[in-house]
């Protein structure tokens, strides 16, 4: 870090990514794949994300910072996914994350479904034990 005269500033070096690995299409298409479920869910749960149509690069390098620039996640995990040194190993994490989030996201899609189910008002004749199919004869 240098003086903070009149702001912070720092000196800083480029990072460049490790080189790609042979099957870094493969993992692409993968994280593709999933980014959009999740995306699509998280939507339909009403939290602000990007389209669950996004496009990512060819380049699977630009690829796996575009896909965790869009990831819902909060900056603690996109920092962590900024910080691999590649994008094999950016792309792996950002699976198994996407993966876990996909479960959370269905669990709170499915309470959400059983709270509407839930606050459905009963029909007139679902209580067997009423001869009156839930009418009030009185």
């Not at 309470?111 to 839930?118: G, K, N, Q, W």
């Amino acid at each position: 870090w240098l003086d903070d005269d009149p702001y912070p500033r720092a000196e800083v070096l480029d990072w460049d990514d490790e080189p790609p690995g042979a099957d870094i299409a493969d993992r692409v298409a993968e994280v593709r794949t999933v980014l959009r479920q999740v995306l699509a869910t998280a939507s339909e749960l009403g939290l602000p994300v990007a389209p669950a149509t996004v496009e990512l690069a060819e380049d699977a390098t630009l690829a796996s910072y575009q896909a965790s620039a869009v990831a819902p996640f909060g900056p603690a995990d996109l920092h962590s996914l900024l910080v691999e040194p590649g994008p094999d190993r950016r792309l792996a994490r950002l699976e198994a994350m996407l993966h876990e989030e996909a479960g959370y996201l269905a669990q709170r899609l499915a309470l959400a479904s059983d709270a509407l189910e839930t606050d459905r008002p009963d029909a007139p004749d679902d209580d067997p034990g009423d001869p009156g199919g839930g009418e009030d004869r009185g």
